[in-house]
């Protein structure tokens, strides 16, 4: 019997939650038993194979205490004896590493952000590697998150590229789409992901092009103060920010550009997505973004928290539909690349090699 447990923050909205959740069924495939494990107690927004058991740490101890999740989770790898833990997420790969120490349990780790620009102390960068000694093996996402694991931590570094979680018939299907005069974006309304330079960007592109709208998918804390911004310079009446949708895909075909502006990112699954679609993105110069986007080539980057440049490109999108139409074309052949087939068959050789 081959048991592996899946360890991650929760089944809620956001990037890493998807890819665990979809990563479920070849799991599922390939060993007897798969056991999810999410840490926090959140609202359920993707569904996992039903075949694997699942618990959430928070709801099985009654709360939030660090100490009591990871004495529950540690009870739990004494009593199942897994063959394998994999772990997502820094902070939660820390606390795996911790509380299964003298177990002999064999636990892959797999970052999901770009350790090098997260806002942390160096010290911390320190204690992470420091804890991540303790891994097996260490999953990255691109060869900028590569870098950041040197020295004895190099040569356990493996890069896997997120999947395009995308049916092979939507492909290409934004450029056979009539558009309309709109600016999408879709990310969680958190600090991290900058909406208010998107905001700020679209306010002065709007002052040239007045019939556009911009919709930012997602939710977040911060809705209420976008909003707010969005009203206070004077576009409130074209930024909506109407929430998650589980039908994304559809709902942006028709816009005629995707802007992502993250602060930080390890590898952002709505610009793969929006990139083969066929939209044309502007991107951040964020891991990920300048690892896949050949700048105006197959998208468009621009520097972190530069409202200027992004409504600069804006501007150039707007203006040139048949380049934008050449950039939507070049980046819809990532999907070669990227299909989740491809990526979670390097999935199931790479565990396979390292059962």
Same mark, same amino acid.
């Given at each position: 019997m081959s048991k592996i447990i899946l360890s991650?923050?929760?089944l809620a909205q956001g990037g890493a939650a998807r890819v665990c959740a979809n990563l479920s069924t070849p799991l599922c495939d390939n060993y007897d038993e798969v056991i999810l494990v999410t840490w926090a107690d959140k609202p359920q927004f993707y569904e996992y194979d039903?075949?694997?058991?699942?618990?959430c740490v928070e709801k099985e101890v009654g709360g939030k205490n660090d100490l009591r999740r990871m004495r529950w989770f540690r009870s739990l790898v004494k009593r199942?004896?897994?063959?394998?833990?994999?772990?997502?997420l820094e902070p939660f790969n820390i606390r795996v590493l911790l509380c299964t120490m003298g177990l002999g349990v064999k636990t892959?780790?797999?970052e999901r952000n770009d350790p090098m620009s997260v806002n942390k102390y160096w010290i911390m960068n320190q204690f992470e590697k420091f804890v991540y000694r303790r891994a097996d093996k260490i999953l990255v996402q691109t060869e900028t998150v590569k870098k950041f694991f040197d020295g004895k931590l190099s040569g356990r570094t493996h890069i896997i590229y997120n999947p395009v979680n995308l049916s092979e018939e939507m492909v290409g299907k934004a450029l056979l789409t009539e558009k309309k005069k709109r600016i999408v974006s879709m990310a969680r309304l958190m600090p991290q992901k900058n909406h208010d330079v998107l905001i700020k960007a679209f306010a002065k592109f709007c002052k040239l092009y007045p019939d556009y709208t911009l919709t930012i998918y997602g939710e977040g804390p911060l809705q209420d103060s976008l909003e707010q911004l969005a009203?206070?310079?004077?576009?409130?009446?074209k930024v909506s920010l109407p929430g998650p949708s589980k039908t994304i895909h559809q709902?942006?075909?028709d816009a005629e550009m995707m802007c992502l502006v993250s602060q930080? /990112?390890? %590898?952002?699954?709505?610009?793969?997505e929006a990139m083969c679609l066929g939209l044309p993105c502007i991107c951040t110069k964020v891991s990920g973004a300048i690892d896949l986007i050949e700048d105006g080539k197959n998208g468009l980057l621009v520097d972190i928290g530069n409202e200027e440049q992004l409504a /600069?490109? %804006?501007t150039l999108l707007a203006n040139q539909p048949s380049a934008a139409k050449g950039i939507g074309e070049n980046a819809s052949k990532l999907y070669e690349r990227l299909n989740k087939d491809k990526i979670y068959e390097e999935w199931m050789t790479f565990l396979k090699e390292n059962k």
């Open positions: 991650f923050a929760t039903h075949r694997a058991r699942w618990y199942e004896k897994p063959d394998l833990i994999l772990s997502f892959i780790v797999a009203k206070s310079l004077g576009v409130g009446d709902d942006i075909l930080r /990112e390890g %590898m952002s699954n709505a610009m793969i /600069e490109k %804006m």
